[in-house]
T-cell receptor, first 115, second 110 residues
Framework: NAGVTQTPKFRILKIGQSMTLQCTQDMNHNYMYWYRQDPGMGLKLIYYSVGAGITDKGEVPNGYNVSRSTTEDFPLRLELAAPSQTSVYFC???WGPGGPGAIQYFGAGTRLSVL | DAKTTQPTSMDCAEGRAANLPCNHSTISGNEYVYWYRQIHSQGPQYIIHGLKNNETNEMASLIITEDRKSSTLILPHATLRDTAVYYCIVSSGTASKLTFGTGTRLQVTL
């Protein structure tokens, strides 16, 4: 049982390039999330999904896109990378809403630098 | 979701209990209190959660005041490996969205 797996662990992008951050979970969780964390700051929600085919914006969605075609996978797409997207990105999953179901399990993160 | 207030940083001697406070005076009746921690730059790790009653698990204890306006996370015997940022989060979990603030940076020292 691997939990939440993120790839790659590190990536350097040039301004204007695009990339996809991969996230997969093997816990059969319905809900999945993408956060970003800038140095010294808390996590900010980018996008989330409550099930396959359903996604919604979080606090900071600009510059990102997501899709959820399967329960297991929730990739995050960066189009036209900008230096402001330099951050650590965390993917998480949870069973569902409220109480113990809302406990989120996090991946190890992807450290992205845009130069 | 209700806003939380935590001290920016705290110190604790190894082997002693670490008591981390959290104020959530605007909490609603259906909102849970969750605690997570983040060690260095790893992904956040769930510690414990509660609604009204005090809770204990293998990692920590959670004490919630009777009016639910504040809570305390207790690490009974802190070790150096407990040095981390601790986040107190209040959420109804409607969409399981959690709002992370800046948390409390706990430094455990010898």
């Amino acid at each position: 049982n691997a939990g939440v797996t993120q790839t790659p662990k590190f990536r350097i992008l040039k301004i204007g390039q695009s990339m996809t951050l991969q996230c997969t979970q093997d816990m059969n969780h319905n809900y999945m999330y993408w956060y970003r964390q800038d140095p010294g700051m808390g996590l900010k929600l980018i996008y989330y999904s409550v099930g396959a085919g359903i996604t919604d914006k979080g606090e900071v969605p600009n510059g990102y896109n997501v899709s959820r075609s399967t329960t297991e996978d929730f990739p995050l797409r960066l189009e036209l990378a900008a230096p402001s997207q330099t951050s650590v990105y965390f993917c998480a999953s949870s069973w569902g809403p409220g109480g113990p179901g809302a406990i989120q399990y996090f991946g190890a993160g992807t450290r992205l630098s845009v130069l | 979701d209700a806003k939380t207030t935590q001290p920016t940083s705290m110190d604790c001697a190894e082997g002693r209990a670490a008591n981390l406070p959290c104020n959530h005076s605007t909490i609603s009746g259906n909102e849970y209190v969750y605690w997570y921690r983040q060690i260095h730059s790893q992904g956040p790790q769930y510690i414990i959660h509660g609604l009204k009653n005090n809770e204990t698990n293998e990692m920590a204890s959670l004490i919630i005041t009777e009016d639910r306006k504040s809570s305390t996370l207790i690490l009974p015997h802190a070790t150096l490996r407990d040095t981390a940022v601790y986040y107190c989060i209040v959420s109804s979990g409607t969409a399981s969205k959690l709002t992370f603030g800046t948390g409390t940076r706990l430094q455990v020292t010898l």
